[in-house]
């Protein structure tokens, strides 16, 4: 399990505890995240502290819990970004996909 789930009324904090966001690990998120973002009015934030690497298939699992978040009318936040991690979003200009936040490190 890479994933540290907590709780708080209709918010949620999901903290990845790996260093790198791959096929399996992305998977894993995509699976216990989007169910939650499946009900509407809730709030997730993802915390990617500590996460050093995300491939095309992590990236598309962030993406995929975005598109679940808009369709459902809850919120999906991505919080403390990795530089190298940062670097690639702007890269690939996905912080005008993502509502990041706290990601100043």
Do not use: H, W
Not at 7 to 32: D, F, H, I, M, P
Not at 59 to 84: P, R
């Amino acid at each position: 399990m890479i994933l540290n789930i907590n709780q708080k009324g209709e918010k949620y904090l999901v903290n990845v505890v790996c260093t790198r966001l791959t096929l399996a690990s992305s998977e894993e998120l995509k699976e216990r995240v989007k169910p939650i973002l499946s009900t509407p009015g809730v709030e997730v934030t993802v915390d990617l502290n500590g996460v050093k690497f995300i491939d095309s298939s992590g990236v598309g699992s962030l993406i995929a819990l975005a598109k679940q978040a808009k369709i459902a009318e809850s919120t999906f936040y991505i919080t403390n970004l990795e530089d190298g991690v940062k670097e690639l979003f702007t890269l690939l200009r996905l912080e005008t996909v993502f509502n990041l936040i706290n990601s100043d490190k």
